[in-house]
């Protein structure tokens, strides 16, 4: 039988109430303390797990973009098709604003004061950077396979195809029920993929030159 991590699973209780007090005050305001209450734990021991805030601040950026990873594998499932797998890493990408707003809370705070805090700056920047990265391998992945045009830029294609779903799951955040959620993630998903699928469904010059090529 494995062992249980007892350390693993405190640092998950702070980080977890970390992570719920800023969602709802924002980083600024959110201290040691109230972290230490929300975790009913002692305050020696988040010391123990984390030498500052700064430290901590690591901690909720990783747990909220492992978050997001769990939601996406599970969403994935046994899928090879890179186009089925982009479409579904797009819903659950829309769906996180509904069903778990968390992250995306954590993230907004983040990103409003990543100007005024070097260190904020930076992990918020590498947070995106990576975002866009995995985006993008996952394009490049799909133009090997011949399922996504050739002449798209993946590293441009990902950063507009994050700010499509970011930009609607950020606005349901500051106005939920503002719109119909479900036909405005499904305007977004197919907007996207015809953007990026290569049999002319969005293909644009690809998809015909495609078609010339074969004829």
């Not at 799909?142 to 799951?169: E, S, Y």
């Amino acid at each position: 039988m494995a062992r249980l991590d007892i350390n693993a699973i405190r640092r998950r209780q702070i980080i977890d109430a970390a992570v719920a007090v800023m969602a709802e005050k924002g980083w600024a305001e959110t201290s040691i303390d109230e972290a230490t209450k929300r975790a009913e734990v002692s305050r020696g021991l988040v010391s123990y797990h984390f030498k500052d805030k700064a430290d901590l601040l690591s901690g909720v950026l990783a747990r909220c973009q492992e978050i997001f990873n769990e939601s996406v594998q599970e969403a994935l499932g046994e899928s090879n098709d890179p186009v089925e797998t982009m479409r579904a890493v797009t819903r659950i990408g829309i769906e996180l604003a509904k069903v778990n707003p968390v992250p995306y809370e954590v993230f907004v705070q983040f990103t409003a004061s990543a100007k005024r805090d070097p260190r904020l700056g930076e992990e918020i920047r590498a947070l995106w950077e990576g975002f866009r990265r995995t985006t993008a391998a996952a394009i490049r992945a799909g133009q090997r396979a011949g399922a996504f045009r050739q002449d798209l830029d993946a590293d441009a294609a990902a950063a507009r195809h994050i700010g499509a779903v970011t930009g609607v799951a950020l606005q349901w955040l500051l106005e939920p029920g503002a719109f119909d959620f479900e036909e405005t993630e499904r305007q977004t998903i197919e907007m996207l993929m015809a953007y990026l699928v290569a049999d002319g469904a969005g293909g644009g010059s690809a998809g015909a030159a495609a078609a010339a090529a074969k004829g």
